[in-house]
């Protein structure tokens, strides 16, 4: 592999769900499936380099191949020592509720699995769209899991809170959670595919079967005392454009970067891999002496300490991705 390979456009797995919708198709995502469109997985293994030197390859190949590039000291550190991107990265379009769901951490994962925490920033909603967050206050955890074992009004434990575009929340693991239909939002999370299914609205799959619910392990780590509120996001002073920090964990940190067409800001970022994806307009993202182009819906990664740049070509809103370290603002 080659020293220099610079930023990579990445093309990405697109799923197709059964509670998927339409907004996708506002991104460019051209999708042909059974099911509608629910995720564009930006930075999963099997999304393709789009072009540069390491076209055609994927993401987890490139990662595995090179961890020191694309995964980092502070990679390396949120992924217990895989060499598997560390940031993954969504587009998650909810045209029904999602299933009701809970995700373990790292300590009550499955072996060889990391937990899951992710954060979702809110990109659209229809009138009346809500997160579900948490059991509400007066809702024990029995009481919770007895409804669930009976297919009763599980819904119904859970706060909804009203979705509000450009908010972000953060879902810690053993957080009870769904997306609420009508909901669009940006996701980023740890690289992680470990989900407990404990409700799912009666649906059933493209076959008509129920879908698999995972009672006793998603029981098994439930925090019933988390109860996520969103974020406004915070205007960082000085620099070009307008930058808002968004969120930030030991595990993923967020921000938005807003740029009128022309201007140029640095994005750096020592012992981390970057991702960068386009709400709006359009940005050149350069690095090492390549160009990678991203449009509305579409990601590309910086690698570990590459010197970049982000050049609107027009009017620019763009979501960074990164995996803080003890300082701030990096």
Same mark, same amino acid.
């Given at each position: 592999?080659? @020293?220099?390979?610079?930023? !990579?456009?990445?093309?990405?797995?697109?799923?197709?769900?059964?509670?998927?919708?339409?907004? !996708? &198709?506002?991104?460019?995502?051209?999708?042909?499936?059974?099911? /509608?469109?629910? #995720?564009? +997985?930006?930075?999963?293994?099997?999304?393709?380099?789009?072009?540069?030197?390491?076209?055609?390859?994927?993401?987890?190949?490139? &990662?595995?191949?090179?961890?020191?590039? *694309?995964?980092?000291?502070?990679?390396?550190?949120?992924?217990?020592?895989?060499?598997?991107?560390?940031?993954?990265?969504?587009?998650?379009? %909810?045209?029904?509720?999602?299933? $009701?769901?809970?995700?373990?951490?790292?300590?009550? @994962?499955?072996?060889?699995?990391?937990?899951?925490? #992710?954060? *979702?920033?809110?990109? %659209?909603?229809?009138?009346?769209? +809500?997160?579900?967050?948490?059991?509400?206050?007066?809702?024990?955890?029995?009481?919770?899991? &007895?409804?669930?074992?009976?297919?009763?009004?599980?819904?119904?434990?859970?706060?909804?809170?009203?979705?509000?575009?450009?908010?972000?929340?953060?879902? /810690?693991?053993?957080? +009870?959670?769904?997306?609420?239909?009508?909901?669009?939002?940006? =996701?980023?999370?740890?690289?992680?595919?470990?989900?407990?299914?404990?409700?799912?609205?009666?649906?059933?799959? %493209?076959?008509?079967?129920?879908?698999?619910?995972?009672?006793?392990?998603?029981?098994?780590?439930?925090?019933?005392?988390?109860?996520?509120?969103? $974020?406004?996001?915070?205007?960082?002073?000085?620099?070009?454009?307008?930058?808002?920090?968004?969120?930030?964990?030991?595990?993923?940190?967020?921000?938005?970067?807003?740029?009128?067409?022309?201007?140029?800001?640095?994005?750096?970022? /020592?012992?981390?891999?970057?991702?960068?994806?386009?709400?709006?307009?359009?940005?050149? $993202? #350069?690095? =090492?002496?390549?160009?990678?182009?991203?449009?509305?819906?579409?990601?590309?990664?910086?690698?570990?300490?590459?010197?970049?740049?982000?050049?609107?070509?027009?009017?620019?809103?763009?979501?960074?991705? *990164?995996?803080?370290?003890? #300082?701030?603002?990096?």
């Amino acid at each position: 592999m080659t @020293a220099s390979t610079g930023p !990579l456009p990445l093309r990405p797995r697109l799923d197709g769900k059964p509670w998927g919708g339409r907004l !996708l &198709a506002g991104y460019g995502l051209d999708y042909e499936g059974d099911e /509608p469109l629910g #995720e564009a +997985v930006a930075t999963a293994p099997e999304a393709v380099v789009g072009s540069g030197p390491l076209a055609g390859r994927t993401l987890g190949e490139v &990662a595995e191949a090179d961890p020191a590039r *694309w995964v980092g000291v502070r990679g390396l550190a949120v992924t217990g020592g895989r060499a598997v991107f560390p940031l993954l990265v969504k587009l998650i379009d %909810a045209g029904q509720h999602l299933s $009701i769901q809970v995700h373990p951490d790292d300590a009550t @994962a499955p072996s060889g699995k990391l937990g899951k925490t #992710e954060a *979702w920033h809110v990109l %659209a909603t229809e009138p009346g769209g +809500v997160l579900f967050l948490g059991l509400r206050p007066e809702v024990d955890a029995a009481e919770f899991g &007895a409804r669930c074992r009976s297919k009763g009004d599980a819904a119904g434990c859970l706060r909804a809170v009203p979705a509000v575009p450009g908010t972000t929340v953060l879902v /810690p693991a053993g957080t +009870v959670h769904a997306l609420g239909a009508g909901v669009l939002v940006y =996701e980023v999370q740890q690289p992680s595919d470990v989900t407990y299914r404990l409700h799912d609205w009666g649906r059933r799959d %493209a076959a008509g079967n129920p879908r698999a619910m995972h009672l006793d392990a998603g029981l098994a780590v439930l925090r019933p005392d988390s109860r996520p509120e969103p $974020i406004p996001p915070v205007d960082l002073p000085g620099g070009t454009g307008r930058r808002q920090s968004l969120v930030e964990t030991r595990y993923f940190a967020l921000e938005r970067i807003a740029l009128q067409a022309g201007e140029r800001i640095e994005l750096r970022v /020592p012992d981390s891999p970057q991702a960068l994806t386009c709400l709006r307009g359009g940005a050149e $993202i #350069e690095a =090492e002496g390549i160009t990678a182009t991203i449009a509305p819906g579409e990601t590309a990664v910086v690698p570990v300490g590459a010197a970049a740049t982000a050049v609107a070509t027009a009017p620019a809103v763009l979501l960074r991705a *990164w995996v803080p370290g003890e #300082e701030t603002g990096s």
